[in-house]
């Protein structure tokens, strides 16, 4: 026989878990019947694990004195006791992972926001779940445009994310979190615009072309409005600060609106337009770590905050 067949006939591929914490129990008792008391298995069954092991790699591991006297360990059982106690450990520290896994107290989660959300929702729900869970690593991305937040998702580089409207993509489920309506935000002092028909003719600030920014022309066309726009920018601080100074009004998210600003007025649109609803998605099949729940959960009761009165969210 070659050596190499003879280091093949002794891997070991066909040794069983049950079979090393039996030699340990073994080991550390003395004999087989102490062994199988601490295991909770019958001393015949104890042999026979250790038999299945001797046959596995090929040479006996104990030498079995019969009587009162303790089953000691060969050569090859103490090499292979040595290793069983290092792999037996990595499964107890391997268990206590997966029940923090489980409970949610550890493990990585991404998370894909757009501009307002990252400013008036996320802050709250990572603050509280890093409280709850402070082993969690949370990474989140910026994006205003929902195509590449969809890609992300569909690539596996985000567990969630939140999106404008439910997508229209069979790979990709969402839960509704928020009817965030659009409102009118005019320089303070100004006589205030209800109906979106007076927009006719008035100078706007708004945002490049975006999915938020193209419902918020076609709503206004179906007016009969052609918006007139003076200056565009994807910060909406920078629309804001625009529309403070005078350069023209804007129509916005409420949920972008900084309504703490005295330089501004903010009109609720009468009649509205269709509000945008923002949704938390995910890729559809997908097993996401136990902490994904419990973020869905509190991003929907901090939306839920945010929610004005009279404004439902559609059933999902």
């Not at 008792?29 to 790699?57: K, P």
């Not at 107290?105 to 996320?122: A, D, K, T």
């Not at 770590?289 to 004005?308: V, Y």
């Amino acid at each position: 026989m070659y050596i190499t067949q003879a280091y093949d006939d002794l891997m070991l591929r066909d040794v069983e878990i049950r079979q090393l914490r039996a030699l340990q129990a073994v080991a550390e008792e003395g004999s087989f019947g102490r062994a199988a008391e601490r295991l909770g298995f019958t001393q015949s069954a104890i042999s026979q694990q250790i038999a299945g092991l001797e046959r596995a790699v090929g040479a006996k591991v104990f030498d079995r004195q019969g009587g009162p006297r303790r089953a000691e360990l060969t050569p090859t059982g103490t090499v292979l006791l040595e290793h069983a106690g290092m792999v037996l450990e990595q499964l107890r520290t391997a268990e206590d992972n997966l029940r923090s896994l489980r409970a949610g107290e550890v493990g990585r989660l991404l998370v894909g926001s757009f501009q307002s959300i990252s400013v008036n929702v996320l802050p709250e729900v990572i603050g509280r779940l890093r409280g709850e869970r402070p082993g969690l690593a949370v990474r989140a991305i910026e994006n205003d445009e929902n195509d590449e937040l969809v890609a992300h998702l569909l690539a596996d580089e985000l567990d969630l994310s939140f999106l404008v409207g439910m997508p229209d993509h069979e790979g990709i489920e969402a839960v509704p979190v928020l009817v965030d309506p659009f409102v009118l935000v005019s320089r303070a002092g100004c006589q205030p615009i209800e109906d979106p028909a007076d927009l006719n003719d008035v100078a706007m600030i708004g945002q490049p072309a975006c999915a938020c920014q193209l419902s918020i022309d076609d709503a206004l066309r179906r007016f009969g409005v052609e918006p007139d726009y003076v200056f565009r920018s994807n910060d909406n601080s920078a629309v804001q600060a625009m529309v403070r100074a005078g350069m023209g009004c804007a129509i916005m998210p409420n949920l972008a609106v900084d309504r703490n600003d005295p330089g501004v007025l903010v009109t609720h649109l009468d009649p509205p337009l269709p509000p945008r609803i923002v949704v938390l998605a995910r890729r559809r099949g997908r097993t996401l770590i136990p902490a994904a729940d419990r973020f869905i959960e509190l991003a929907q009761a901090g939306c839920q905050g945010l929610q004005l009165p009279e404004l439902v969210l559609p059933v999902s």
